[in-house]
């Protein structure tokens, strides 16, 4: 009697701790976005960036531990490529997503209307490449020395 009752209580508690990994793991984040200025790279980092790389684009901001993936260290870029900014290499990123994203899609959470390749028509393709041409100049201006 007492094995069957052990039993159960295991079960129970297995099932319980399922149920509450399988919650755990489909929470939802929102990142509220304000409108920013196309021709400035560091407001639209403060706005649709920090939100998962941080503020100083370290890979530390509030919403980073809901991904998949940590962030990458965004002041390391330079570093990481032998001292040059791979500056086409993040224009690549911004408009078709990383190729391995944090975040379970190919395509950035924010930029895709944005910056990127989404089939939402409200900005030109002009004001998507300034916006990415600025985003990019902001990035290559918090590097390391």
Same mark, same amino acid.
């Given at each position: 009697? !007492?094995?069957r =009752? =052990?039993f $159960? *209580?295991? %079960?129970?508690a297995i099932? *319980?701790? &399922?149920?509450y990994?399988q919650?755990?793991s489909t929470?939802?984040v929102?990142i509220?976005?304000? /409108?920013?200025? *196309?021709?400035?790279? /560091?407001? &639209? !980092?403060?706005?649709?960036?920090?939100?998962?790389h941080?503020?100083?684009?370290r890979?530390?901001?509030? +919403?980073?531990? $809901?991904l998949?993936?940590a962030?990458?260290?965004?002041? %390391?870029?330079? /570093?990481?490529?032998r001292?040059?900014?791979?500056?086409?290499?993040? %224009?690549? %990123?911004?408009q078709f997503?990383?190729? =391995?994203?944090a975040?379970?899609?190919?395509?950035?959470?924010?930029?895709?209307?944005?910056?990127?390749?989404?089939?939402?028509q409200?900005?030109?393709?002009? $004001? /998507? *490449?300034?916006?990415?041409?600025?985003? +990019?100049?902001?990035?290559?201006?918090?590097?390391?020395k």
């Open positions: 009697m !007492f094995k =009752l =052990l $159960a *209580a295991m %079960v129970a099932a *319980a701790s &399922m149920g990994a919650s755990r929470t939802t929102t509220p976005v304000g /409108k920013t200025q *196309a021709d400035n790279g /560091k407001q &639209m !980092f403060q706005s649709y960036c920090a939100p998962c941080g503020i100083d684009g890979g530390h901001g509030p +919403t980073a531990s $809901a998949t993936e962030p990458p260290d965004l002041t %390391v870029l330079s /570093k990481n490529n001292g040059t900014f791979p500056s086409t290499h993040i %224009v690549s %990123v911004l997503g990383p190729s =391995l994203p975040h379970g899609s190919s395509q950035m959470p924010v930029w895709g209307p944005i910056l990127g390749t989404a089939d939402d409200s900005l030109s393709d002009q $004001a /998507k *490449a300034l916006r990415i041409r600025n985003l +990019t100049r902001y990035l290559e201006s918090i590097q390391e």
